[in-house]
């Protein structure tokens, strides 16, 4: 089974910048999120989408991050303009479903990330 | 803000038990705990979750205490391939990694 792609791997840019990132889930898996795992923290989630819907994008800067999940496939995740302190490895998962039940989530199957370095 | 808490480092002996704690001391009747890992570059890696009763898989048990205010995953055979860093989440706040255990095993 083939797993979460993500691209580019390496993403170095300019203050002020754009950037996108590119995410391909495991096939069938209803449910993408997005990450941001800043150097030395946890990750913390961004965006979860259910198929091509928005499940919750609470922790999502929207004055300068965006994403879409056209066709319920796969994702873009942009950046513009980029700060300092987005800096940060942006990771992308994908489960079977979402949260179901009262608590429960699939066990989610992550990407190897994409390192952006913001100058 | 962080709903569970674990000690940020620790190590253990290649081949010993590995026992990592974690404490949920707001986790309600419905949250599950999950335990992930991120060994260094890669992305985490989901281990084994429970609600109530102990767990166990071929990667790890779960032990759940009775209140559900603390959990403890155990590495029975610990490998130097376990090094990585460990987290509890319970799902009470979206899926909250926190800053987790780095677990070092030593040859």
């Known amino acids: 089974e083939a797993g979460v792609a993500q691209s580019p791997r390496y993403k170095i840019i300019e203050k002020r910048q754009s950037v996108a990132f590119w995410c391909n889930p495991i096939?069938?898996?209803?449910?993408l999120y997005w990450y941001q795992q800043i150097l030395g923290q946890g990750p913390k989630l961004l965006i979860q989408?259910?198929?091509?819907?928005?499940?919750?994008d609470s922790q999502l800067p929207k004055d300068r991050f965006s994403a879409e999940r056209l066709k319920g496939v796969d994702s873009t995740l942009k950046i513009q303009p980029a700060k300092l302190e987005d800096s940060a490895v942006y990771l992308c998962?994908?489960?079977?479903?979402?949260?179901f039940g009262t608590g429960a989530y699939n066990e989610q199957f992550f990407g190897p990330g994409t390192r952006l370095t913001v100058l | 803000d962080a709903k569970t808490t674990q000690p940020p480092s620790m190590d253990c002996a290649e081949g010993r038990a590995a026992n990592l704690p974690c404490n949920h001391s707001t986790i309600s009747g419905n949250e599950y705990v999950y335990w992930y890992r991120q060994i260094h570059s890669q992305g985490p890696q989901y281990i084994i979750h429970g609600l109530k009763n102990n767990e166990t898989n071929e990667m790890a048990s779960l032990i759940i205490t009775e209140d559900r205010k603390s959990s403890t995953l155990i590495l029975p055979h610990a490998t130097l391939r376990d090094t990585a860093v460990y987290y509890c989440i319970d799902t009470g706040n979206q899926f909250y990694f926190g800053t987790g255990t780095s677990l070092t095993v030593i040859p």
């Open positions: 989408f259910q198929n091509n819907g928005v499940v919750d």
């Open positions: 998962a994908s489960s079977l479903r979402g949260p």
């Open positions: 096939s069938g898996h209803a449910t």
